[in-house]
Each structure stands twice: as structure tokens, then as C-alpha cells.
């Protein structure tokens, strides 16, 4: 089984829908289950398996069967009855929902920028540019607050990055007005994610990936998905320290009437 391809199961239940209302919240749960069924057609395409059943996908990369129909229920009808769903076709059909298919000419890329290259998070992102792109992210620019001040209209690059230009924090507002992401990455150090947040949303940013293990206030209609490692690691540790608790032995006291 692809670890991969392991995720969490939501644990409340409802009827599946078949097909998605316009006015319909799908949970964060269900979206980022779908990338992940996303990647896992990617594989049985590669092994160029032609059609799967839910019972099958599930079972092959530790899924949920039930949750596996009930997610793609909401936005559509997506399986062939009596030979399950046809792999390419659902791959594609995903790429549509989550915003990743253009028309004939293979992927959309999303135009993304980090910011925050000089922290260690920061320059060890910059270095996933490639398999970003395999994925439909296109790094167009990174910022550094400690990077040299280059030329205007010119860039910094490095072998270690190929051709992605870095720039200092201070040409955050020139580079993005010339080129507009799409995604703003955020990496930098805690006490500088707020103003920078404010900085994006001011130049129109509407979509931030957060790695700064701090809170942002942005207006509602900017999207911020967190990536806390420390609130990651600390929801392991829960489960360590329970699981730990359930095998002790019971002591006297719990063993007397």
C-alpha cells in the first residue's frame, strides 16, 4: 500500500448527494481527500489499470470504500455500474473539480510565490519547485528579507534552484505587481508573517499557504490553509501518550470493588 496515499477518514456521516447543490459547502475533509484520490489514480494510471472498483481503490490504498463514493457523490455520477470507475477518465474529472485541467493542453499550473527563503522551512521549499510543477504549481518568485538587492528588473538564481528568481522583501510590491501569483507561500519568521499577510492581501494575493506557526487575520474572502508542525507533532504525541495509558496495567485501587 502507498503511504502516499494514506489520509483520515471524517467521521461524521450523511446521505451522499448525486450532485453537488450551487450553494453547497463541501468540508475541507472532502477536498483534501480528493487530492489525495487524485494521486492515487496517478499510480494505478501509471500501472495502466483501465477501470476500478470502489471496494478495490479502497482496499489497494488503505481507503474507506464508502467515504471513497460518498466524496465523489457530491459532485456527480462518476462510476460505470458493474465495472467501477474508469481511471483516466476520474483522474481527469478530478483535475477539473480541483481547479488543475485546462482544456487540451495537458495541466493548469497555478503561478506561486514563497516567501521566507532564508528560514530553513523556507529554502527547503524553494528546493520542491520541481515536483510543485509536476502538480500543477508554477514558482515564479521567491523572497528573501536577506537577500541582495539586485538590479531592477533582474533576478538572482542559483544551480541549487535553477531559474527561480529570488528578490528581496523590499521588491515585494514591484515583482508581484509585474507578475501576479496566484499562491503566496509563507515561510518567513513568526514576527514578520502578519505584515507580510497584510502586504499580500493589499497587492490582491487571495489564496496563502501559511507555514508560520501564527494565527492571520485577513479578510474573508482570502483563503489561508495553515501548515502547523508543531500542532501536527503535538496531535502524534496525543495519541503516543494515550496508546501508552491504555496498555499500563490497572492499578490496586482500579482492580478493588
Same mark, same amino acid.
Given at each position: 500500500m502507498s503511504e502516499r496515499c494514506r489520509l483520515p477518514v471524517e467521521t461524521a456521516s450523511c446521505n451522499p448527494r448525486k450532485i453537488m447543490k450551487a450553494d453547497e459547502r463541501i468540508s475541507e475533509f472532502t477536498i483534501?481527500?480528493?487530492?489525495?484520490?487524485?494521486?492515487?489514480?496517478? *499510480?494505478?494510471?501509471? *500501472?495502466?489499470?483501465?477501470t476500478i472498483s470502489s471496494k478495490d481503490f479502497a482496499a489497494r490504498f488503505g481507503l474507506n470504500s464508502a467515504q471513497v463514493r460518498k466524496d465523489l457523490a457530491y459532485f456527480g455520477e462518476f462510476g460505470i455500474r458493474g465495472m467501477g470507475y474508469p481511471v483516466k477518465t476520474l483522474k481527469q474529472q478530478l483535475l477539473n473539480i480541483l481547479g488543475l485541467a485546462e482544456s487540451s493542453a495537458g495541466e493548469k499550473r497555478w503561478k506561486t510565490i514563497i516567501i521566507?527563503?532564508?528560514?530553513?522551512?523556507?529554502?527547503?521549499?524553494l528546493h520542491q519547485h520541481e515536483t510543485l510543477r509536476t502538480h500543477g504549481f508554477e514558482m515564479i518568485a521567491a523572497f528573501a528579507s536577506s537577500a541582495p538587492s539586485p538590479d531592477a528588473g533582474s533576478a538572482i538564481t542559483s544551480p541549487e534552484?535553477?531559474?527561480?528568481p529570488l528578490y528581496p522583501l523590499n521588491q515585494l510590491e514591484t515583482i508581484i505587481a509585474a507578475d501576479p501569483p496566484d499562491i503566496?507561500?509563507?515561510?518567513?519568521? *513568526?514576527d514578520q508573517a502578519q505584515e507580510i499577510a497584510n502586504r499580500l492581501v493589499t497587492l490582491g494575493i487571495q489564496a496563502i499557504l501559511n507555514f508560520v506557526p501564527v494565527q492571520l487575520l485577513v479578510p474573508s474572502h482570502v483563503k489561508v490553509r495553515a501548515v502547523d508542525l508543531i &500542532?501536527?507533532?503535538?496531535?502524534?504525541?496525543y495519541?503516543?501518550?494515550?496508546? &501508552?495509558? *491504555?496498555?499500563q496495567p490497572p492499578s490496586d485501587e482500579e482492580k478493588s470493588p
Open positions: 483534501y481527500r480528493l487530492s489525495i484520490y487524485k494521486r492515487c489514480l496517478e *499510480e494505478l494510471e501509471h *500501472e495502466q489499470i483501465k521566507g527563503t532564508a528560514t530553513h522551512l523556507g529554502a527547503g521549499l534552484t535553477s531559474a527561480i503566496a507561500m509563507l515561510a518567513t519568521a *513568526e &500542532a501536527e507533532l503535538q496531535s502524534l504525541t495519541h503516543l501518550h494515550h496508546q &501508552a495509558q *491504555e496498555k
